[in-house]
């Protein structure tokens, strides 16, 4: 069993960073893949960013390539989602979720874990 709780979300300007965090249960969180996706009022849920097991494994929707990075440092089992540039339609909750997994997972389907989300608002 894995309880996944995020962090980092808040208000933040056009153009701001913010860096989300998703902290793990486990000790063994290394071996689970790790997707961030985002949900705005009257929209779907959407894919964001995921990583392998193999931190090098990377994934990204257009809409935030090159704008965010995720990231994950296994001895504090915490995968990290660091956003800059931030634009209005980037408001949205905000979840990771895990699987097991080897590489970078985009469709929310796949994930067995999932966290209550972090909100995050970008003003003009």
């Known amino acids: 069993q894995v309880q996944l709780v995020e962090s980092g979300g808040g208000l933040m300007q056009g153009g701001g960073s913010l860096r989300l965090s998703c902290a793990a249960s486990?000790?063994?969180?290394?071996?689970?893949?790790v997707g961030w996706f985002r949900q705005a009022p009257g929209k779907d849920r959407e894919f964001v960013a995921a990583i392998g097991r193999n931190p090098g494994s990377t994934f990204y929707a257009d809409s935030v390539k090159g704008r965010f990075t995720i990231s994950r440092d296994n001895a504090k089992n915490t995968v990290y989602l660091q956003m800059t540039s931030l634009k209005p339609e980037d408001t949205a909750v905000y979840y990771c979720?895990?699987?097991?997994?080897?590489?970078?997972?985009?469709?929310?389907?796949?994930?067995?874990?999932w966290g209550q989300g972090t909100q995050v608002t970008v003003s003009s």
């Open positions: 979720a895990a699987r097991t997994s080897i590489g970078p997972v985009a469709i929310s389907a796949e994930y067995e874990y």
């Open positions: 486990v000790r063994t969180f290394s071996v689970y893949g």
